[in-house]
């Protein structure tokens, strides 16, 4: 990758490499990327001035009457778009979104998560997050999906049976063109299910590579005829896919403020706050974990996704575990997150909750290290375990009287999010489904 940090860096190489065109790229607040298309000839204006376009169809933006916005790019984020993405010599820019009168935008995602990495900044801490990403690869009947997985293998199978290992390659390689290099890529547990995983990074750069991720994902997978899904529970009786998100804290000389050598569990006092702050806050801020209807049909007993609110240091039935590693490797693993949220969003209110939790030394109850799927109702009171919310509806309930969440979003972004998906619950909820039908038709 080439190191690009001014305009001055980006004119020259777009020259040098005789770009033709450059998409300047942003996220509405449900995380879909969005972008406005310039020619070169327009790229040293957009550098200078930003480049001014209409929000008033981007969702959770603006209304009509407030709808002019300015998308400025980040020089930093300059990157050539590899061959297998475009055809056209095509260079990407991520942009941070301004008002007409030049203050940042408050519906700006990226901004929520600057402020709250900035608020850890002044405490002394650095925001680290490592994200798994799963997702389905499905075959298509022309140019429609199917729910017919790509193939038929299991957790970790060999390339015989994993037929998609080709197109995980390709995804590499295409990431490694953007300057995001994994580590490890396998099938997963569900057939035609797979996970990619790259490097932990600060909170910011880890939101634009899973955005990135998804976005190569899908058009790689479409080169080789099939359809890329991150729908977190689109295949009844399998395991869903989720985003199993590592978090740590580093202090500003690079050390990590989650290990502690003296401690049984090597856990300072900080992970464990932040951990407790987690779990006291995590009901109010599912609604951004776990954002669309479908969510929650993967939150449920028995598909390897946390429905308890618990945490351990090994056992995968917990909300929050500690993987194996210590000094610089401490950290904690938040497993209910999915890829249908905004990562900006997500990594924001996650981190609000660790803080907040380490300004209140908020003690988490005792790790339990048992089969949480197979406790009694009795010994869940014992272990002061509880749910997770069970539906999008429950969980907008406890986001709608966060305190936390709605300082963390801000007015703007907090109102729009729950307008957007208060409607999405309502439409679900009136649905008459087919199971209603082959259910209660017959015998009501």
Not at 227 to 236: E, Q, Y
Not at 315 to 326: D, F
Not at 356 to 364: A, D, F, Q, R, S
Request: with cysteine; charged share 25%.
């Amino acid at each position: 990758m080439i190191n690009i940090k001014t305009k001055e860096d980006v004119l020259n190489i777009a020259k040098k490499e005789k770009v033709i065109f450059i998409r300047l790229q942003f996220v509405d607040i449900l995380g879909m990327p969005k972008n406005i298309v310039i020619p070169l000839n327009r790229l040293e204006e957009a550098l200078n001035e930003g480049m001014p376009f209409d929000a008033s169809s981007i969702a959770g933006y603006a209304t009509i009457e407030e709808s002019d916005k300015i998308a400025r790019p980040d020089p930093v984020s300059f990157v050539i778009l590899p061959d297998e993405i475009e055809k056209r010599k095509t260079a990407k820019l991520n942009c941070d979104i301004y008002e007409p009168n030049g203050k940042r935008f408050e519906g700006d995602c990226k901004y929520i998560l600057e402020k709250v990495v900035n608020k850890a900044k002044n405490m002394g801490y650095i925001y680290n997050t490592g994200p798994e990403c799963e997702f389905f690869l499905f075959k298509k009947d022309g140019n429609q999906s199917t729910l017919t997985p790509n193939d038929a293998a299991g957790y970790f199978d060999l390339s015989h049976r994993d037929l998609a290992e080709g197109v995980r390659a390709d995804i590499s390689i295409a990431l490694d063109a953007f300057g995001i290099d994994t580590y490890t890529s396998h099938h997963e547990v569900s057939d035609g299910q797979h996970e990619i995983n790259f490097k932990y990074a600060d909170a910011l750069t880890t939101a634009d590579r899973v955005i990135t991720l998804k976005y190569v994902t899908k058009v790689i997978a479409k080169k080789h005829e099939l359809h890329a899904s991150f729908m977190p529970k689109p295949l009844f009786g399998s395991n869903g896919s989720g985003m199993h998100t590592h978090l740590s804290l580093f202090n500003l000389k690079g050390k990590s403020a989650f290990y502690d050598p003296n401690d049984k569990n090597n856990l300072s006092k900080t992970a464990r706050y932040f951990i407790g702050g987690l779990l006291k806050y995590v009901k109010e801020m599912t609604a951004i974990l776990n954002p669309i209807v479908n969510s929650y049909k993967r939150l449920v007993p028995g598909y390897e996704a946390p429905t308890y609110i618990s945490w351990a240091n090994r056992n995968r039935s917990a909300l929050i575990r500690i993987p194996t590693g210590r000094e610089n490797k401490t950290r904690c693993e938040l497993r209910s997150p999915d890829l249908s949220g905004n990562p900006y969003l997500q990594f924001a209110v996650m981190l609000a909750a660790g803080l907040n939790g380490i300004e209140e030394k908020v003690i988490p109850p005792n790790p339990v290290e048992k089969n949480i799927y197979a406790l009694s109702e009795q010994e869940m009171r014992k272990y002061k375990i509880h749910h997770l919310p069970e539906s999008l509806g429950h969980a907008l309930s406890f986001l709608e009287e966060s305190k936390l969440m709605k300082e963390t979003l801000g007015n703007h972004i907090f109102e729009n999010f729950l307008h957007v998906k208060k409607s999405e619950w309502n439409k679900y909820r009136t649905q008459v489904t087919p199971w209603e039908i082959d259910k209660y038709l017959q015998i009501l």
